[in-house]
C-alpha cells in the first residue's frame, strides 16, 4: 500500500484538476451559448456538452473529495463517541462504501462495454456516450481504492500502530 500512495496521491490531484477544468469548460459554453443565443445563432449541441462535461466534473471530483472529507457526516452524532467507537464505525462505513463503490465500478464498466458495443452516440453531436461511462468508471475505481486505502489506515490504528 506504501508504494500506492504516491502513485494513488498524484492521480486524485490530476482528476482534481480536470474537474475544475470541466467546470471552467461549462461556464464558458454556457456563457457563448447564451450570447450566440441572443443573435439567434444557439450553439448546436450546448446542452449536451454542458451535460457530459457537469458529468465528468462531480465524477473527478469525487476521489478529492473523499481524501479531503469533504462528504456530508452527521458530526455531531459522531463526536459522542470514544474515539475507538469512532474508528471501528468509521471502518465499517468504509467496507460498506468499497462493497458499493466496487459494484458501481464493475457495472458501470459494463455499461460502457454495451453502449460501446451497441454503438449509440448522442443526439445532436453524435459523441461515443460510452467514453463518458469510461472516464466516470475510472473514476468510481480511484475513490474506490482510495476508501480501501483508508480500511487499511483504520485497521492499523485499531491494532494501536502509527
Not at 58 to 82: C, D, M, N, Q, W
Not at 83 to 106: C, E, G, M, N, Y
Not at 133 to 158: E, K
Request: charged share 15%.
Amino acid at each position: 500500500m506504501h508504494l500506492l500512495r504516491p502513485w494513488l496521491a498524484w492521480l486524485v490531484e490530476r482528476l482534481k484538476v480536470l474537474g475544475a477544468v470541466c467546470l471552467a469548460w461549462m461556464m464558458l459554453v454556457t456563457c457563448v451559448d447564451v450570447v450566440f443565443r441572443y443573435f439567434g445563432r444557439p450553439i448546436l449541441g450546448a446542452v449536451e456538452v454542458v451535460g457530459f462535461l457537469s458529468t465528468m466534473a462531480v465524477a473527478f471530483a469525487l476521489p478529492y473529495t473523499h481524501k479531503e472529507e469533504g462528504h456530508i457526516g452527521v458530526e455531531f452524532l459522531f463526536r459522542i463517541l470514544s474515539p475507538r467507537t469512532q474508528a471501528v464505525l468509521k471502518l465499517v462505513v468504509d467496507l460498506i462504501s468499497i462493497v458499493l463503490f466496487a459494484l458501481v465500478t464493475w457495472q458501470m464498466f459494463g455499461y460502457a462495454l454495451t453502449m460501446q458495443k451497441s454503438g449509440q452516440v448522442s443526439m445532436n453531436l453524435k459523441f461515443p456516450e460510452y467514453l463518458i461511462i469510461y472516464v466516470v468508471s475510472i473514476c468510481f475505481l480511484t475513490l474506490t481504492i482510495l476508501i480501501l486505502r483508508d480500511v487499511f489506515v483504520q485497521l492499523r490504528q485499531l491494532k494501536g500502530k502509527p
